[in-house]
């Protein structure tokens, strides 16, 4: 009996010209929790479609159980015990709990009825087996996104898998779910069977895994026991590069008017009276839990949310912007949240979604004025550092941090002198996120802008501003600057608001 | 399932209402003879809409189906006279088998394409249409001319009373067949793995593949299913108005795709049920047959037809979103 499950020996994968995977080799043990880490296009996804039989490697050896597989096809690694859970999960929404659980190994068994009881006690068995009570003739579309990914596993683990493959598990999961999760991913190990998380929530993964294994394109860059590394250990495996950062402290001149004044800012119901104030060159933060108020306060300075305040002033003028078109006019900006849904056309150019916030400006008559499009959206392509071929590429095409700089670049194109950012890394990946926060810094220091970042992830707000205010409840609870701005004091105060 | 279910209900509410309504403007409405010619206008488009039910939950949809119905019938018709034949086991096996076939066409562009139903059994009717009256003529087959072992079929009943007027209205024994179509439907989308393939690939496709669904056999399943359905539907329609007309059925998708939405159905696949279906049926042709009874315009019969697939569709549209929030 070998150590390990299963084994790849000096794999390499080749798409076209590109190497996807060049001579590495992975070894997972059974009832191993195991991370694998790399940034976008680092030859995660492939490997794990090589190990799931879906792509077939030029070179290399497969071992199961310490014999050499040959070919492995998508059916014979099922039967081996191999399950992928993806990131959309791969459910039935319109079907029961039961039905997706059983419809899997029904199929597999190659059965022409549907056994209805069978399928109930199956269900019934396997979530017992994980201590998880979920309702077994909801439907799936019904549950939250933790109960989906339960269900998930529990196919998993009906299809008898030895090793669980899990894609980027956490994304949609809340700290909480998390904890669940991982607390289900152990009951699994006690169990015997081997799990590879597929992650670059760094955090997370020094938490759980026993493990590591990081690509760079198409590398094995480090491997070892999960103690031995550290974030900043990880972080530089993964992209290479030292990723100091020192804290933001710009020097502002206290004469100067403030380029957004607020006060006792109100939206019914959720935002209790919130007074703020943005001077150019200055990173303020804002922190604090879902529901705490701070979308909908953003939504209001941005003239999207129907708000009430004693004053609002832009750059010393009393004014409110009641719509977004008076508020892109008055020179804010705001790259809202969940980009792909508020915000970017996919199908469409990166250039077309650049100049889509300024077209009023490059009218000449009935037409749009094509060259001075090209020059703009040409120049902030280059200043976004946008990694596609052209500003004609889809931004479809574009992985989650060059997505995030079309936005970025696209509310820039505007002159925008407030810009408001809501999660700005969200789905971003590390070396993406460093590249962005620069950009945004920049902009800061040099330009003079006036910045308002909403984030969840703490760090990224204490190493970037200047301010940090949290907030709950529709109000400013606390505020932090200077020495006291730390990581722990911040979790610290939001610990206590839960 | 559950879901279903109350699905289902909010329907036979709706029905129930709708009854009491119609019920209340007309006391006709109540009468044996009006409740038997019901029944009896439920069969036909009863059976073409468990053939659309199966193709809306695969998420595609058919508008093809009363070209291949008016197809199979007029064949099937046209060869019998021609051949001087008369039964009724073997027409009605043969216009199946044409509607199988005609099934058989959709189910191979839109598989092998990938192009979206609705054009492709768009292109289909035409075809059908054409090549039906180019090739065949449009002369309609007469009482005088038509089988007379399929008149007999079409004409028996199940039971017969004397209404209030004095004539003797009879329940057709075609509803049987009609129940018959509507329990074996029930248990295959039920009870097979075939049935519930099909709604697995109308929840979503791409894991319907990854599953193990066989995608291809679905798809031909579905379509050729249909046709079948279509097929079969248009010789018993036949059978029962004594006639046989090239050009018939003209205008029915839109009835029979409302009455299938209005039945619980979901536009966007995954969702919908035998019994809702046959309630929808009901309701529709209800509401149709009581605008002919209140002698409103056939014109204005459309505009009701045509709200109520909107209304419909809007009300399920509704349910599918909210329960993705």
Redesign the interface.
Known sequence: MSEYLIELKNISKRFGGVRALDDVSIAIRPGEIHCLAGENGSGKSTIIKVMSGIYTPEEGEILIDGNSVGRLDPIQAVHRGVQVI?Q?F???????VA?NLA??T???EG????D?PRARSMAREVLARLDVEIDI???V??LPASGKQIVAIARAILAEARLIIMDEPTTALTRHEVDALFAIVRDLKAQGIAILFVSHKMREMLEISERLTVFRNGRKVAEGAMRDFDEPAITRAMTGLELDEEPYAPEIDPAAAPALEVGDLRVAGIVHGVSLELRPGEIVGISGLIGSGRTELARALFGMEKAVARTFRVAGRDVFPRSVQEAIALGIAYVPEDRLSEGLFLTQSIERNMVVSILERLRSGLFLDRKAMRDKTGQMFRDMQIAAPSPDTAVGNLSGGNAQRVMLGRWLLTGAKILILNGPTVGVDVGSKAKIHRIIRDLAEKEGLAVLMISDDVPELTGNCNRIHVMHEGRFVAEFRGADMTEDNINDSLKALR | MRSLQSTEAVIAAVLVVVMLLIGLINPAFWGVDNLFSLARANVVIGIMALGVLLIMISGGIDVSFPAISAAALYITVRTMVALDYDGVVLPFIAASVIGVLLGTFNAFIIERFRMIPLIVTLGTASIVRGLVLGLLGTSIVNINKMPKELIAFGKQDLVSVTAQNGATVGLTAMVLVYIGVAVVMHIVLRHTMMGRSVYAYGGDPESARRAGVNTRRTIYFVYCTAGLLAGFAGLLHASMIWQANPRDFIGLELDVIAAVVLGGASIFGGRGSVLGTMIGVFTLVMIKNSLILMKVDTTWQRVVVGVIIIAATAITAWRDRKKLV
């Open positions: 993806y959309d791969s459910l039935f929404g319109n079907l029961t039905e419809l899997n029904y199929l597999l059965r022409k009825r549907m209805w003739d909801a439907d579309e019904s």
